[in-house]
């Protein structure tokens, strides 16, 4: 349990019957109704916002009403009925914007905006009908004139709220780039401005053109658009201020009828226009601020785990290495070892068998986490080409040879066609790898068909073809198929890691080369590589004379 006084609440409810008090008498000085009933009610906002804040605070409104109401006149009776009816419609307003989700004072979405503005219209019913029966009661309004008054009350109240209430709770609860921090220049233009059009829309001549009240919207709206909602509702603070000034003085736009009651009447209809628009545009402002910092959070913790993931790759990967390097030593060792006794027996020959296989796991298992290892290592921009001038057809015969067992398994006769040698400047373990991956993918997508390999020479580029008769891809696949860990269903039910063209574009990249799928239509896929026979540093220094 808060102990029931403390300092703190004896300070902020001084602080508030004060200012309720001299906000209260500003508002009575101001042609009411009966004396009382005003069109100017800050009160109302100051006692909204201080409730909000802490509810506890109520007392300091009923007896900053009762007070400014007996100060103005107001029989002992009558001034209680309508601290009554004031502190309800704080209290009420208060307690139901409390109960929305989310809300903790300042207006953060639409959503908060139209919880305001029903605490707005609605709570100041509380107060006017309490405060109007209280004067009629006391024979100071007739009863012909409760619906004016009435009216006065209910409009200076909701004005009060709409135009005071947003400058104290929103205060400081700005979205960071909404703020005024290191934008003095365009908040000093901004201050000018409201107070220029203001001042220069709500004087003068009627009849001047440029001197209507619409003339504030661009000040409004900018102050809004550019800023938040506490910057917005000080603006609508200081427009309101300037124009009841102004008119009360008896000149501008709004000095049309006979009295100042009627004069303000169509004033305040206008600020609550300009008050809503304030508060609705601020609002839905922050809600989009605040969307797109949510957004560049969750953009940023995407990458933070994505760079995660790549880190523990490269790391298992490269840690993964070591021991499986002195496992396939051992298990090559021993299938060497069984064959030299050359068992001839049943069981003898069924150990050899069990040894071959466990060689030929372990050397897959060596390729996958070599892969991984790769991919780690491009992904993080560590591949560096050992450029050396190589035949590309005697590799790629090289790599075809070397592939012709995993060949055979698949069904696939493979067909070689590079009549004259094709020399470039370039890695041979890595334009291998790449020969190695495209040719792999065809046994394993275009099993049991021909396969069709072509190297030539032309326009200063290497030109190889891969190309096999299997389920092809479908055009939408084509380029991301080239994407890390991408892979396309194909029925085949492949075991695979969705990395080999990842690797084969990266190293084609760095070669400054092309490689596509350069056919969908035909039954099967072909896959084409550009290479520059020789590197754009090795052409500068050729050229140089070197
Ligand atoms: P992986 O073959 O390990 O899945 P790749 O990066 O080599 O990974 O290939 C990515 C995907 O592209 C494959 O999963 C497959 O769907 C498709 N693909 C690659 N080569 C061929 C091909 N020759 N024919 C049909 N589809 C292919």
């Known amino acids: ?134 004067l009629w009661a006391g024979g100071i309004v007739p009863t012909e004139r409760i619906g004016s008054a009435g009216l006065a009350w209910w409009l200076g109240d909701a004005l009060g ?11 400081g609860a700005d979205e960071r780039s909404e703020g005024l921090r290191g934008r003095g220049l365009e908040a000093a233009l901004l201050i000018l401005s409201v107070l220029a059009s203001a001042a220069l829309s709500f004087s003068g001549e009627p009849g001047a053109p440029l001197r209507r009240p619409h003339m504030i919207f661009p000040s409004l709206i900018w102050a809004a658009i550019r800023f938040g909602p506490s910057v917005t509702s000080f603006a609508v603070l200081a427009i309101s201020a300037i124009a009841i000034a102004i008119t009360a003085h008896g000149t501008g736009p709004y000095v049309t009828a006979a009295t100042l009651h009627e004069n303000l ?11 809503l628009t304030g508060i609705f545009l601020s609002a839905a402002n922050t809600e989009r601020t605040r969307a797109q910092r949510l957004l560049a959070d969750e953009h940023a913790q995407l990458r933070h785990a994505v760079g995660a993931r790549d880190e523990f790759l490269s790391i298992a990967s490269h840690e993964l290495r070591t021991p499986l390097a002195a496992l396939s030593l051992q298990v090559a060792g021993l299938e060497r070892a069984l064959t030299r006794r050359n068992v001839q027996t049943e069981e003898g020959q069924r150990e050899l068998h069990r040894a071959g296989r466990a060689v030929a796991q372990v050397d ?15 992904t993080a921009g560590r591949l560096q080409l050992q450029r050396e001038a190589f035949d590309l057809c005697e590799a790629v015969r090289a790599v075809a040879s070397a592939l012709q067992e995993q060949a055979t398994r698949a069904g696939c006769s493979v067909e070689v066609r590079a009549p004259a040698p094709v020399v470039g400047d370039w890695d041979r373990f890595r334009i291998e790898q790449v020969v190695t991956n495209l040719l792999t993918n065809a046994f394993k997508y275009g099993s049991g068909k021909p396969v069709e390999v072509s190297v030539e020479a032309r326009d200063a580029k290497a030109w190889l ?48 080369g092309v ?8 039954a099967g896929s072909t896959f084409l590589v550009e290479l520059p026979l020789v590197s754009r540093v090795t052409e500068g220094l050729v050229e140089r004379g070197h």
């Open 161 to 171: 709220a709409l135009v005071v209430a947003p400058v104290i709770l929103d205060w």
């Open 515 to 522: 490689v596509r799928v350069e056919d969908t239509s035909a």
């Open 265 to 275: 009447t169509a004033l305040q209809g206008f600020m609550g226009t300009v008050a």
């Open 1 to 134: 349990m808060r102990p029931i006084f403390s300092l703190k609440h004896l300070i902020g409810s001084l602080a508030l019957f004060a200012a309720y008090v001299a906000t209260a008498r500003l508002g009575l000085a101001l042609d009411p109704v009966g004396g009382f009933a005003t069109l100017v009610w800050p009160p109302t906002g100051l006692a909204l916002a201080a409730l909000v804040r802490g509810p506890r605070l109520w007392p300091a409104v009923t007896a900053g009403a009762f007070v400014a109401n007996v100060w103005s006149g107001a029989p002992l009776l009558v001034a209680l009925g309508i601290a009554v009816g004031n502190t309800l419609e704080a209290v009420v307003g208060a307690q139901f914007l409390l109960r929305r989700p989310g809300y903790s004072g300042p207006i953060h979405g639409v959503r908060h905006a139209f919880a305001a503005l029903g605490a707005a219209l609605a709570c100041p019913m509380l107060s006017a009908s309490l405060g109007v029966l209280s």
């Open 465 to 512: 073809r891969v190309r096999d008769q299997g389920a092809g891809i479908s055009p939408d696949a084509t380029e991301r198929i080239f994407e890390r860990f991408e892979r396309v269903a194909t029925g085949h039910h492949q075991k695979s890691l969705g990395v080999g063209l990842y690797i084969a574009r990266q190293v084609i990249d760095a070669h400054a």
């Open 364 to 378: 897959r298992l060596t390729r996958l986490v070599d892969t991984l290892f790769d991919v780690s290592q491009i």
